[in-house]
């Protein structure tokens, strides 16, 4: 299976309301590898994972995907924090709108990957949280994505909902061989889903910490997951986060 | 939930509760005659009278020629002035530059005094339909030209994130993500607009035309003709409720549908 692609992330400076939010930062991601990216709220997670999908560009530096400047990579499958589904859309068209050439049966296949059935015809608002959540994740995997770029998909769902979504998401980026960035404030996201944990803090934002975490996610035992968990919290702690 | 307590425009409402609206007119009609039997005055027919006086304008006057050329009137300044306002809104709301170049330009435009646009119309270009309709077109674009302003102004950026996230096209994303947020802007225009061009365009036909509903009007005014001023303006009432249960109404309820259906 081809793996995803390489990023290179080099920020010369980046400002945010008169305030430098990074400078001299420097990110390499290799292709296939899942990276998660841990830090405070408000730290400036989500702007990294916004300039590796090619919508920031207002700042010195380059991204690079295989390569190319993001916002020339091929596209994203970029999941928000907050779903952002199209209210006025049904379901289906929801994903249409990333994908209009799609027939209905590779629709419905997408939401069967996600765990969705009979939702075509739904609103989006019809759906639970973690419905929404899974509709995301589908709508993302329908543009055959090379790279996963995943913000906070976790936040604010219940627990069993979390890991049934943790356990969706390592097993589509595992088939896909994706690249894939994960934004997270929750060592546990990461220590289920990541090959890689990178701690980022402070004014300008620095890498803190950059842990290899061993065993695949998909093999992972309940006993290592909670090991990586500590260890991330301890690094964090250390960090003073 | 009683109507009252209802926050959903009435379009929205489910279909159950519409017969209240037919009620609310019932109650009008029969207060009306009530009045009429009681104050018993050639000054205010009852509407039983008036009725039967439409059949007799419908067959042996004006009546039938005189709205048609009022509601052509207002059907094409009402589209002009749309389409335009339309254009015009989304420019400004898109351009700091021209929207503060010309926001005051809307501003002086929605507090003219419509008599003044018409009669300044009326004077340069003739007591014409030309005339007519042009100042139909400037009283209701600045109106139009508002509400689509507002309406691009409250455009939410995480759906124009989501589109340069996913690279859609400029075509895909004002179909997709801009379009479907100017709906109830558009219907506000549409309906308030409506409202706006039936009133300007018979205040101007009285103005200065010799055909039309306000025309007529005129002249039943000058013989104090209260049934032929009545039985105009029932007309008029039941047309605006045809256009409003028949078009607008379920226009509005299919186009935002997704707010409320429960399928």
Redesign the interface.
């Known amino acids: 299976m081809a793996h995803g692609p390489d990023l290179s992330l080099s920020i010369a400076r980046l400002t945010f309301g008169g305030e430098v939010l990074y400078k001299d930062f420097h990110l390499n991601v290799a292709g296939g590898e899942v990276v998660a990216l841990i830090g405070p709220s408000g730290v400036g997670k989500t702007t990294l994972l ?1 300039i590796l ?3 920031e560009t207002g700042f010195d530096g380059q991204a690079l995907v295989d390569g190319r400047p993001a916002p020339l990579a091929p ?2 499958g ?1 999941v ?1 924090q ?1 779903a ?1 589904l ?4 049904s379901c289906a068209d929801n994903l249409r ?2 994908r ?1 050439d799609v027939s209905d049966e590779v629709v419905a296949q997408a939401l069967a990957a996600t765990g969705l059935v009979d939702v075509q015809d739904k ?1 989006p ?1 019809q759906l639970s949280g973690g419905m929404q959540r899974r509709l995301g994740l589908a709508r993302a995997l329908l ?1 055959n994505p090379r790279l996963m770029l995943l913000d906070e998909p976790f936040v604010s769902l219940d627990r069993v909902v979390v890991r049934e979504l943790q356990v969706l998401v390592t097993d589509l980026i595992v088939q896909s061989g994706a690249t894939a960035v994960l934004v997270s404030h929750d060592p546990q996201d990461a220590a289920r889903l990541a090959h890689r944990v990178v701690i980022i803090a402070g004014r300008p934002v620095q890498i803190v910490a950059d842990l290899a975490l061993d065993t695949l996610p998909a093999q992972r035992s309940r006993a290592q997951i909670i090991a990586y968990e500590d260890r991330i919290e301890t690094a964090m702690v250390e960090s003073a986060l | 939930m009683t109507p009252a307590l209802d926050p959903r425009p009435a379009a929205l409402r489910p279909k159950g509760e519409a017969w209240l609206g037919w009620a609310s007119f019932l109650l009008m009609i029969g207060l009306w005659g009530a009045a009429a039997l009681a104050v018993n005055s050639r000054f205010l027919p009852a509407p039983w009278t008036v009725i039967a006086h439409i059949g007799w304008l419908t067959n042996e006057a004006h009546l039938l020629p005189d709205f048609a050329v009022t509601l052509g009137r207002a059907a094409l300044g009402f589209v002009i002035a749309m389409v335009l306002g339309t254009l015009i809104g989304i420019a400004l709301g898109r351009s700091r530059l021209v929207d503060r170049l010309f926001l005051n330009w809307v501003v002086v435009g929605m507090n003219l005094p419509a008599i003044v646009i018409a009669i300044l119309c009326f004077i340069w270009l003739g007591l014409n339909d030309k005339a007519l309709i042009l100042a139909v077109v400037l009283n209701k674009t600045p109106l139009v030209i508002t509400n689509i302003r507002q309406g691009v102004l409250s455009f939410d950026p995480a759906f124009d994130e989501f589109a340069r996230a996913y690279r859609l096209s400029r075509g895909q994303t004002f179909r997709l993500i801009h379009a479907p947020q100017l709906v109830p802007y558009l219907l506000t225009a549409a309906r308030t607009g409506l409202s706006l061009v039936w009133k300007i365009v018979l205040v101007f036909e009285v103005l200065g035309s010799d055909s039309g509903v306000g025309f007529r009007v005129s002249l039943f005014f000058q013989f104090f003709d209260l049934k032929g001023i009545l039985a105009y303006t029932l007309v008029f009432v039941a047309i605006v409720m045809v256009l409003e249960h028949v078009a607008i109404s379920p226009l509005e309820r299919r186009l935002l549908k997704w707010r409320t259906d429960q399928t």
């Open positions: 916004r999908a090619g919508v596209v994203p970029l928000f907050d952002r199209l209210p006025w859309l709108a990333v209009p609103w608002r543009v």
